[in-house]
């Protein structure tokens, strides 16, 4: 299998702070990350589509200047949670495709990154 | 709208039996559906794939079926253990560039 990282794995921080999520694929390059949120006793919803090299793509109902995302190298993108609120509290979880399993396969998901906002 | 429903929240069984769970959809025919497990405080794992003209697909323990007259996908663990116990989520193809679309998953309990 291929392995996805998300660092960190917890963060509580102040409302109006940033954060900073990262996932990394540590085996594999990954041309296309997702971002996802899960609330609690929720399922995953994709929140956008993370393209190495070119702007995220957002899904309706997600504030792109609120979530920036970047994805700067073919191993790692970037979410940041700006201005925080405790609404922001959620579980955040990338994941991202292997290169090769042309338009259908698996994903490989990070391990999330629990936010906590105080 | 294209929905992809589980709709049993959560399956008590006890160790050694089969663990049935279902996924519907309606309002499309998905190509594929996934199947994958999720635990407490961590990301989905990846378990199985089926194409719309795959009747059926096995690994190890687990089967799933997918019936596109019923408009279903189960998924089956035989012999099933405690360390089966999770949430267990289907999942269809969401867009153009591979993201997902999720059931709200069921919660699998098994008592030893």
């Known amino acids: 299998g291929a392995v996805v990282s998300q660092h960190p794995s917890w963060v509580i921080c102040k409302s109006g702070t940033s954060v900073k999520i990262e996932c990394r694929s540590l085996?594999?390059?990954?041309?296309?990350m997702f971002w996802y949120r899960q609330f609690p006793k929720q399922s995953l919803m994709l929140m956008a589509t993370?393209?190495?090299?070119?702007?995220?793509?957002?899904e309706q109902g997600v504030e792109k200047d609120k979530f920036l995302i970047n994805h700067a190298s073919l191993t790692l993108s970037t979410l940041t949670v700006t201005s925080a609120h405790p609404e922001d509290s959620s579980f955040y979880i990338c994941?991202?495709?292997?290169?090769?399993?042309?338009?259908?396969?698996?994903?490989?998901f990070g391990p999330g990154t629990r936010l906590t906002v105080t | 709208s294209q929905k992809i429903e589980q709709n049993s929240e959560a399956l008590n069984i006890q160790e050694g039996k089969t663990a049935t769970l279902t996924c519907n959809y309606t309002?499309?025919?998905?190509?594929?559906l996934q199947w994958y497990r999720q635990d407490p405080g961590r990301g989905p794992v990846f378990l199985l794939l089926?194409?719309?003209?795959?009747k059926e697909k096995r690994k190890e323990r687990l089967k799933v079926t997918f019936d596109t007259t019923l408009k279903q996908s189960l998924f089956h663990i035989t012999a099933s253990q405690p360390a089966d116990s999770a949430t267990y989520l289907c999942?269809?193809?969401?867009?153009?560039?591979?993201?997902?679309?999720f059931g709200k998953g069921t919660k699998l309990s098994v008592k030893p």
């Open positions: 994941s991202a495709r292997k290169p090769g399993l042309a338009g259908v396969g698996e994903q490989y």
């Open positions: 085996d594999f390059q990954a041309t296309t």
């Open positions: 993370s393209n190495e090299g070119s702007k995220a793509t957002y």
């Open positions: 309002n499309y025919s998905p190509a594929y």
């Open positions: 089926i194409r719309e003209n795959e």
């Open positions: 999942a269809r193809a969401g867009g153009s560039q591979g993201n997902l679309i």
